[in-house]
C-alpha cells in the first residue's frame, strides 16, 4: 500500500512507520522535524515531508509532492497532536487556545481535504484512520483545548464518512489508550497540580511498560488500514476495549447503527425519570 502517515517521527506515527516497513509498504512521512534516519534505512520505501499541519498552504504543498510521485494513496494516518495550553480553561491565554485548536482540528481536516483526491484514485477501498486520545468522549479537566479538539475531530469523522457514504472510502478513528508518548511525558511533566491528579496517575502507572497497549493500537490501525474493515466507517474504536479483529463480519449490520459513535444520552437510557 501507499501510505501517509501524518506525525511520522515520533511516538504512536514512529512506531506505525516502522511497522509499515517492515512488511513492504510504501510510506510518506509527515512531520515538523527531520526524519532522514528512516529515509537512509528505507531508501526505496520511505520518503518524507516536512509540514506544520495547522498551515494549510503547507499541507497543500505536500499533498501536491505526494501527487506528484504517486498516483493514488491507499492509507491516509492522521497520528499528529498537542496538547497545547494547559490549565484550568478560564486562566488560559486565548490565542494559545486557539492554536492548540488549530493544530489539532485544523490539522486533521487539513490533511482530510488534501489528500481526498489521491484518496479517490485508490484501485482498493481506501483508508482514513485519525486519533482521539484522552478528552474525546468526556471532559478533561485542565485541557480543555485538546479535548474539544479531540472531539470535534471525531465528530469531523463521523460527518465526512455520512458525507462519503457510496464512496470506496472508510474513514475511522482511534483510541488508543494510554501509551508512553510524547504527550503523555508532558503529563508527568506538568504534574498532578496542573494536568490533574487523575491523568497524572494514570500517566505515572503505564509509563514504564506500555508495550501491550502500543502492540493493541498498532494493530487497530492495521485492521484498519487492511480489506478486513471495509465497510466500517465513521466509528470510533478504542483499541484496548473493542471487538476490532471481529467487526468485519459484522459491518452490514454496524452500518445503520449510531454504535461507536458519540450521541447524547437521555434519561431514559440511564433508568431516571427526570
Same mark, same amino acid.
Given at each position: 500500500?501507499?501510505?501517509? *502517515? *501524518?506525525?511520522?517521527? +515520533?511516538g @504512536?506515527?514512529?512506531?506505525?512507520?516502522?511497522?509499515?516497513?517492515? &512488511?513492504?509498504?510504501?510510506?510518506?512521512?509527515?512531520?515538523?522535524?527531520?526524519?532522514?534516519?528512516?529515509?537512509?534505512?528505507?531508501?526505496?520505501?520511505?520518503?518524507?515531508?516536512?509540514?506544520?499541519?495547522?498551515?494549510?498552504?503547507?499541507v497543500?504543498?505536500?499533498?501536491?509532492?505526494?501527487?506528484?510521485?504517486?498516483?493514488?494513496?491507499? #492509507?491516509?494516518? @492522521?497520528?499528529?497532536?498537542?496538547?497545547?495550553?494547559?490549565?484550568p480553561?478560564?486562566? $488560559?491565554?486565548?490565542?494559545?487556545?486557539s492554536?492548540?485548536?488549530?493544530?489539532?482540528?485544523? /490539522? &486533521?481536516?487539513?490533511?482530510?481535504?488534501?489528500?481526498?483526491?489521491?484518496?479517490?484514485?485508490?484501485?482498493?477501498?481506501?483508508?482514513?484512520?485519525?486519533?482521539? #486520545?484522552?478528552?474525546?468522549?468526556?471532559?478533561?479537566?485542565?485541557?480543555?483545548?485538546?479535548?474539544?479538539?479531540? +472531539?470535534?475531530?471525531?465528530?469531523?469523522?463521523? &460527518?465526512?464518512?455520512?458525507?462519503?457514504?457510496? %464512496?470506496?472510502?472508510?474513514? !475511522?478513528?482511534?483510541?488508543?489508550?494510554? *501509551? !508512553? +508518548?510524547?504527550?503523555?511525558?508532558?503529563?508527568? +511533566?506538568?504534574?498532578? /497540580?496542573?494536568?490533574?491528579?487523575?491523568?497524572? %496517575?494514570t500517566?505515572?502507572?503505564?509509563?514504564?511498560?506500555?508495550?501491550? %497497549?502500543?502492540?493493541?493500537?498498532?494493530? $487497530?490501525?492495521?485492521?484498519?488500514?487492511?480489506?478486513?474493515s471495509?465497510?466500517?466507517?465513521?466509528?470510533?474504536?478504542?483499541?484496548?476495549?473493542?471487538?476490532?479483529?471481529?467487526?468485519?463480519?459484522?459491518?452490514?449490520?454496524?452500518?445503520?447503527?449510531?454504535?461507536? %459513535?458519540?450521541?447524547?444520552?437521555?434519561?431514559?437510557?440511564?433508568?431516571?425519570?427526570?
Open positions: 500500500m501507499n501510505v501517509v *502517515i *501524518i506525525g511520522s517521527s +515520533t @504512536i506515527g514512529r512506531a506505525l512507520t516502522e511497522r509499515l516497513l517492515a &512488511t513492504d509498504h510504501q510510506i510518506w512521512g509527515v512531520a515538523r522535524s527531520d526524519q532522514g534516519d528512516f529515509a537512509r534505512l528505507h531508501p526505496g520505501s520511505f520518503r518524507a515531508s516536512r509540514c506544520d499541519v495547522a498551515e494549510w498552504s503547507q497543500e504543498r505536500v499533498a501536491g509532492e505526494v501527487s506528484g510521485t504517486w498516483p493514488h494513496v491507499d #492509507g491516509l494516518v @492522521i497520528c499528529s497532536a498537542l496538547h497545547g495550553e494547559v490549565g480553561a478560564m486562566t $488560559l491565554d486565548p490565542v494559545r487556545w492554536a492548540t485548536m488549530r493544530a489539532n482540528l485544523d /490539522g &486533521t481536516f487539513y490533511a482530510l481535504r488534501a489528500f481526498h483526491a489521491l484518496l479517490a484514485r485508490a484501485p482498493r477501498r481506501a483508508k482514513v484512520v485519525g486519533f482521539a #486520545g484522552g478528552g474525546g468522549t468526556k471532559a478533561r479537566p485542565n485541557f480543555s483545548g485538546y479535548a474539544a479538539a479531540k +472531539t470535534a475531530v471525531i465528530r469531523l469523522f463521523e &460527518t465526512v464518512a455520512a458525507e462519503l457514504r457510496g %464512496q470506496p472510502i472508510d474513514l !475511522n478513528v482511534v483510541s488508543p489508550g494510554v *501509551i !508512553n +508518548t510524547r504527550l503523555t511525558a508532558e503529563v508527568l +511533566t506538568l504534574g498532578p /497540580g496542573l494536568a490533574g491528579e487523575a491523568d497524572y %496517575q500517566v505515572l502507572k503505564q509509563k514504564d511498560d506500555d508495550s501491550a %497497549q502500543m502492540a493493541k493500537a498498532l494493530g $487497530l490501525v492495521e485492521w484498519l488500514l487492511s480489506p478486513a471495509d465497510g466500517i466507517s465513521g466509528r470510533l474504536l478504542a483499541a484496548p476495549w473493542d471487538p476490532w479483529p471481529t467487526l468485519g463480519r459484522h459491518a452490514a449490520a454496524l452500518a445503520p447503527t449510531d454504535v461507536y %459513535q458519540l450521541r447524547r444520552i437521555v434519561p431514559e437510557e440511564r433508568g431516571l425519570k427526570l
